[in-house]
């Protein structure tokens, strides 16, 4: 339907002179040095362009496309003298202008609707997380459904370490082309730019953003054995303790520092900082009781709030968890701005064409707005949230400058 249109605007807009011979298309594809010429044109300028099929059908579009752009090239540049080729305004226009511009109606497209080719291999996605978290789970549902989707499997990497820079420059490592996708997050991209952290790429420059996918907030947990049922009791037990209480995270710079340095801040509660490997970790350690708080996820501490190991105090949102309705958020019990949105997103390297971002952002939130997804990770206290990437790089932006100021108010305790 698309390449019909560009066609008939051909059609419409182009026109050939008085007195000029008219256009025969018979003539020019009979010609063996034309035919010659659109075949180099094609391989040097279409080198990835074929026939594609998808769902059980072949899809010659793309190939015509510019098998005809190519012939409007050739024929452009070698017989302009004979047919004078003109457009109705502009007719001053340069021959090569004439040609850029009939190009970009008959192989723009793509660009905007994004690859149909993409994909046509086997693609990775790199976590940098360990592991068992609720990243983690919710990456290999929407790799599997992906998977499911687009006929191409799809695998999950963990890369863990260095405030997400090995999983970052494993991405960075391969080829531009799509098939290598990083999970980045509220930390990478609007946090730890601000620490001063020598990780060696600059996420914003060096990454492109394709969906957000995932976010939650998180839930104020100790273990059970701790001798506070409530957040009056945990203030005033880590005030009597010399030294404190010990906090954990999910390695510096998530939101489990971010929260737990907020809440100290705010509420005067003396602890120190244990960063962790991971969720899973952090979590194991808080329920062995060699941690005394956490901020968690529902979805990495369910089991052990069932099981009665850990205990829930209050939860850090701007209200109560449908989850555990009788938790209290912090904002409730008078603990004013220690709240933390828990975002992930889908990125790639900044040089991967849009045709293909398009096509992934189509492909990826088609995968994780699937119901097989959504049903899911519904039930585990975190919300399914897709994008454009223009919407992305707007919230990174915005959130961007949110932290920085945050990271200026805690100062050291978060670098």
Same mark, same amino acid.
């Given at each position: 339907?698309?390449?019909?249109?560009? +066609?008939?605007?051909?059609?419409?807009?182009?026109?050939?002179?008085?007195?000029?011979?008219?256009?025969?298309?018979?003539?020019?594809?009979?010609?063996?040095?034309?035919?010659?010429?659109?075949?180099?044109?094609?391989?040097?300028?279409?080198?990835?362009?074929?026939?594609?099929?998808?769902? %059980?059908?072949?899809?010659?579009?793309?190939?015509?496309?510019?098998?005809?752009?190519?012939? !409007?090239?050739?024929?452009?540049?070698?017989?302009?003298?004979?047919?004078?080729?003109?457009?109705?305004?502009?007719?001053?226009? &340069?021959? !090569?202008?004439?040609?850029?511009?009939?190009? $970009?109606?008959?192989?723009?497209?793509?660009?905007?609707?994004?690859? *149909?080719?993409?994909?046509?291999?086997?693609?990775?996605?790199? +976590?940098?997380?360990?592991?068992?978290?609720?990243?983690?789970?919710?990456?290999?549902?929407?790799?599997?459904?992906?998977?499911?989707?687009?006929?191409?499997?799809? !695998?999950?990497?963990?890369?863990?370490?260095?405030?997400?820079?090995?999983?970052?420059?494993?991405?960075?490592?391969?080829?531009?082309?799509?098939?290598?996708?990083?999970?980045?997050?509220? %930390?990478?991209?609007?946090?730890?730019?601000?620490?001063?952290?020598?990780?060696?790429?600059?996420?914003?420059?060096?990454?492109? *953003? @394709?969906?957000?996918?995932? &976010?939650?907030?998180?839930?104020?947990?100790?273990?059970?054995?701790?001798?506070?049922?409530?957040?009056?009791?945990?203030?005033?037990?880590?005030?009597?303790?010399?030294?404190?209480?010990?906090?954990?995270?999910?390695?510096?710079?998530?939101?489990?520092?971010?929260?737990?340095?907020?809440?100290?801040?705010?509420?005067?509660?003396? $602890? +120190?900082?244990?960063?962790?490997?991971?969720?899973?970790?952090?979590?194991?350690?808080?329920?062995?009781?060699? !941690?005394?708080?956490?901020?968690?996820?529902?979805?990495?501490?369910?089991?052990?709030?069932?099981?009665?190991?850990?205990?829930?105090?209050?939860?850090?949102? *701007?209200?109560?968890?449908? $989850?555990?309705?009788?938790?209290?958020?912090?904002?409730?019990?008078?603990?004013?701005? +220690?709240?933390?949105?828990?975002?992930?997103?889908?990125?790639?390297?900044?040089?991967?064409?849009?045709?293909?971002?398009?096509?992934?952002?189509?492909?990826?939130?088609?995968?994780?707005?699937?119901?097989?997804?959504? %049903?899911? @990770?519904?039930?585990?206290?975190?919300?399914?949230?897709?994008?454009?990437?223009?919407?992305?790089?707007?919230?990174?932006?915005?959130?961007?400058?949110?932290?920085?100021? @945050?990271?200026?108010?805690?100062?050291?305790?978060?670098?």
């Amino acid at each position: 339907m698309f390449h019909r249109w560009r +066609v008939e605007w051909f059609h419409h807009h182009l026109k050939w002179p008085a007195g000029r011979p008219a256009f025969n298309l018979a003539d020019l594809t009979a010609s063996q040095d034309i035919q010659r010429r659109v075949t180099a044109c094609q391989q040097t300028l279409f080198p990835t362009v074929g026939y594609q099929r998808s769902n %059980g059908f072949i899809d010659f579009s793309n190939f015509f496309a510019s098998q005809f752009s190519c012939y !409007i090239m050739v024929f452009g540049f070698f017989r302009s003298r004979t047919y004078g080729l003109s457009l109705h305004k502009g007719d001053n226009m &340069s021959l !090569i202008t004439k040609v850029i511009a009939v190009l $970009m109606v008959l192989v723009g497209a793509p660009s905007v609707l994004g690859d *149909p080719a993409f994909p046509a291999k086997q693609m990775t996605i790199v +976590v940098p997380f360990p592991p068992g978290g609720s990243t983690d789970r919710v990456t290999r549902l929407i790799a599997q459904k992906l998977s499911d989707n687009t006929g191409q499997p799809t !695998i999950v990497q963990n890369r863990p370490g260095a405030a997400g820079a090995v999983a970052a420059q494993a991405v960075l490592s391969q080829p531009a082309d799509g098939y290598t996708v990083f999970v980045g997050h509220v %930390g990478t991209h609007a946090i730890d730019p601000h620490l001063n952290v020598q990780v060696g790429f600059d996420a914003n420059r060096d990454f492109r *953003p @394709v969906t957000s996918f995932f &976010s939650f907030h998180s839930i104020l947990v100790v273990p059970a054995s701790l001798p506070a049922n409530n957040i009056k009791e945990l203030v005033a037990l880590a005030k009597s303790r010399p030294g404190g209480l010990n906090f954990a995270s999910q390695g510096t710079g998530t939101a489990g520092h971010f929260l737990g340095e907020m809440f100290q801040q705010v509420t005067g509660a003396p $602890m +120190v900082h244990l960063p962790m490997k991971g969720a899973a970790q952090a979590v194991t350690e808080t329920v062995a009781g060699r !941690i005394d708080v956490l901020f968690s996820s529902y979805l990495s501490a369910q089991a052990f709030l069932k099981e009665g190991r850990l205990k829930a105090l209050a939860y850090a949102g *701007p209200k109560r968890s449908a $989850m555990l309705p009788d938790v209290p958020t912090l904002a409730e019990l008078g603990i004013l701005g +220690v709240e933390y949105d828990q975002w992930f997103g889908f990125f790639v390297p900044a040089k991967v064409s849009d045709g293909v971002v398009a096509r992934l952002n189509a492909e990826l939130v088609r995968a994780a707005r699937s119901p097989e997804v959504t %049903g899911s @990770v519904g039930g585990q206290d975190a919300n399914i949230v897709t994008s454009t990437p223009d919407e992305i790089a707007r919230q990174i932006a915005t959130e961007y400058r949110r932290y920085g100021e @945050v990271v200026k108010r805690l100062g050291s305790q978060v670098r």
